[in-house]
């Protein structure tokens, strides 16, 4: 387990897990209100959202959600290099993408016109750069 940063708002420690699995996700907890939410994020978009929230019983009021969710997307880049320290992977592997003419890579349900499936992508945590490398062989570097 590797703890990311406390939301100050909220009290809610953040972590990563030795033993989670795809796609990308932080667990925030509070320990004294025994709740934990899950939170996906991107190594390719600045998205973040909302999986779940455990027990539903203790389910934390809107606005408190809302403020772990500002908090992670502001530490995006935090969550990142510690899920890649822990896991070393972007979960990427396999998944079909095209290549936007502004030069972002979007990812896309299934095989679709003008989509590749990437063969893996590696991330540099000092620099935020992903690299991305398709089953064609070539390759695309986004930073983040």
């Known amino acids: 387990m590797s703890r990311v940063f406390v939301s100050e708002g909220t009290g809610a420690e953040v972590y990563v897990f ?6 990308p996700h932080v667990h925030a907890r509070h320990r004294g209100k025994g709740w934990i939410a899950r939170v996906r994020f991107s190594y390719l978009t600045d998205a973040v959202e909302l999986s779940s ?35 070393q ?23 679709t016109r003008g989509a590749k499936q990437m063969l893996d ?3 540099e945590p000092s ?17 983040r």
């Open 127 to 143: 620099s935020g750069r992903l690299e991305v490398r398709f089953h064609d062989g070539t390759m695309v570097e986004v930073t």
């Open 89 to 111: 992977t972007t979960c990427l592997a396999n998944q079909w993408a095209v290549m936007r003419p502004d030069g972002h890579v979007g990812l896309c349900t299934g095989r």
């Open 121 to 123: 992508a590696g991330y």
């Open 53 to 87: 929230i455990v027990p539903t019983a203790n389910a934390p009021l809107r606005r408190v959600v809302n403020q772990i969710l500002d908090d992670i997307q502001a530490r995006r880049g935090d969550c990142r290099r510690s899920w890649w320290t822990m896991r």
């Open 18 to 23: 030795a033993d989670d699995h795809c796609p």
